[in-house]
């Protein structure tokens, strides 16, 4: 019995101890960057984009408590460097100011002024934090995504809501590459039809929201590359098993946390989810690093 207990006691001050290791390490794990490179397969894409970078962040959440701002000017400053075609930064910049987001908005300007300064074309949609919302019922603030969206666009940063823009290409197309941005699901102003009304049937397009749950909404070979964040990946996951992590038990239905998802949405659209810079709830991450994606174009073959 005696030999037992000290087995049992054992068991259970490992168990504490990789239960702390995990814990420093996911205070650890958020300053590591993954720069995932990934192929966007685009029909009809002109020639001038073929081979060009397209950088896509979001989920910034600045204001949280330890938010991941040293990240994201490492990020930034990447990015200057490498200069992509277009960087696309995909909500919630902003975690929960309250009744004033001026500081928050006023960090979250000064974190991506580098990019606009440097003249990369840089392309914003809003998400749910940005209205001041941490869960579906509540209430969008409107007022603090509506000065946020104009501080952006005073650096540079076109904010799309529910539109469609024209990427600049060093070299003129008759065939232009389409920008899609669509508003934040939860504020109940995702509208797809309304974005995708101002693009030509066949024009070439790339698509960009915050949530993964408006992709549903799009028709059918409307958005043949999209992308969204909005989950963080799960921000904890279990190793070995990216599908599984604490969304998986928290969420009701289907979970779209990160990568490409495969079977969801209608025939001939993908998406491709971000797992983000920031926190939500609690700052650790574990096996999710934060992320940037540099998406590679490419001429869909099937054009």
Known sequence: MKEIRKKIKYFLLGLLGLIGALLIYGLIEPYII????????????????????????????????????????????????????????????IYGAGKNAAEEINQSIELVRPLTSSGIPTYAVLGNHDYGMKSKNGNPDVQQATKLAQALEAVGVQ??????????????????????????????NDKPTVALAQVPDTAPRFVMMHNPDTFAKFPASSAPVAVAGHTHGGQIRLPFTPEWSWLTFVEQGQVHADGWIKDYGAPGNQLYVNRGIGFSIVPIRINCPPEVTLFTLQRSPSA
């Open 34 to 93: 993954d720069v995932e490179p990934q192929t966007a397969s685009i029909p009809g894409l002109p020639a001038s984009w073929v081979g060009q970078r397209v950088a896509v962040m979001g989920d910034w959440q600045v204001g949280m408590w330890l938010d991941n701002t040293p990240t994201i000017r490492r990020i930034v400053t990447r990015l200057v460097r490498e200069r992509p075609a277009a960087v696309l930064i995909i909500g919630d910049f």
């Open 159 to 188: 904010v799309l809501e529910n539109e469609a823009v024209i990427l600049p290409s060093q070299i003129q197309q008759q065939t232009p590459l389409y920008l899609v941005g669509v508003g934040s699901h939860w504020a109940n």
